[in-house]
């Protein structure tokens, strides 16, 4: 099951009166989702990008639901003290400039489909694909939320739900963990692998030092199997499991 989040995709697109841009959101939108289609308790989460942060918050208000963790260039933690917040981001979420660029000129979904893709170019109608949803300045509003809802410090609206998230972790140590991760990833580099492995040692990770953000584009023939491999090799007993 993979949802979109709100604004982006196909998804609706309303403004910002009518829905709040924010990380606390988007875990009540995931909530929602998981108990209109009654999961159950027996859920595998497959963490990616912003996504990491939204199922994780999920995560540990329901920790007895989940039994296993697939994690792939994504973070649940606040911004490692070894890594400093690229300066394209940072123009992004904190400068008209940015926000034009992004809005205006779609820069951040056009930039997305050279930066995020190492090992081979995307093709021509993946790159259609990434773009579609975002034809004009109204349908770029989540895009640029997104950035601007990056907690860097006390007082940013979504900083208070990471430092919840980041204590929480300790709860899915015993879990079985996959890490899939890109090496020429530019936001979630080495320093957020580094972050993952001193938290979940016994993970098993897998990385790619060719492969950037888009893991599942760049190296799909290698993740793909590990995946299912991970599933067989870590059954949920009792019942069947939702990914």
């Not at 606390?24 to 595998?44: K, M, Y």
Request: proline share 6%; charged share 25%.
């Amino acid at each position: 099951i993979v949802p979109d989040h709100m604004g982006c995709g196909f998804s609706d697109m309303p403004d910002d009166n009518r829905y709040s841009y924010c990380l606390a959101s988007r875990v009540r939108d995931l909530e929602a989702l998981v108990d209109h289609l009654r999961l159950g308790a027996n859920l595998t989460l497959v963490l990616h990008d912003w996504g990491g942060m939204v199922g994780m918050a999920f995560a540990c208000r329901h920790p007895e639901r989940i039994k296993r963790l697939i994690v792939t260039n994504t973070s649940a933690f606040h911004l490692p003290k070894t890594k400093s917040m690229p300066l394209a981001l940072k123009i992004c979420r904190d400068s008209a400039l940015g926000a034009f660029l992004v809005r205006g000129c779609n820069l951040f979904a056009r930039s997305a489909l050279t930066v995020c893709a190492k090992r081979r170019p995307l093709t021509p109608g993946a790159r259609a694909g990434y773009l579609a949803p975002y034809d004009s300045w109204s349908h770029r509003r989540a895009v640029l939320r997104f950035v601007q809802d990056i907690p860097l410090a006390t007082g940013d609206r979504s900083y208070d739900i990471v430092s919840g998230v980041e204590r929480g972790l300790t709860l899915f140590r015993d879990l079985p963990m996959l890490i899939a991760w890109g090496g020429r990833d530019f936001v979630f580099d080495d320093h957020f692998l580094d972050e993952w492995r001193t938290r979940f040692p016994a993970a098993e990770v897998h990385r790619f030092p060719d492969v950037g953000h888009y893991v599942l584009d760049d190296a799909w023939e290698d993740v793909v199997p590990l995946v299912y491999d991970f599933l067989g090799r870590h059954p949920i007993e009792g019942s069947d499991a939702h990914c």
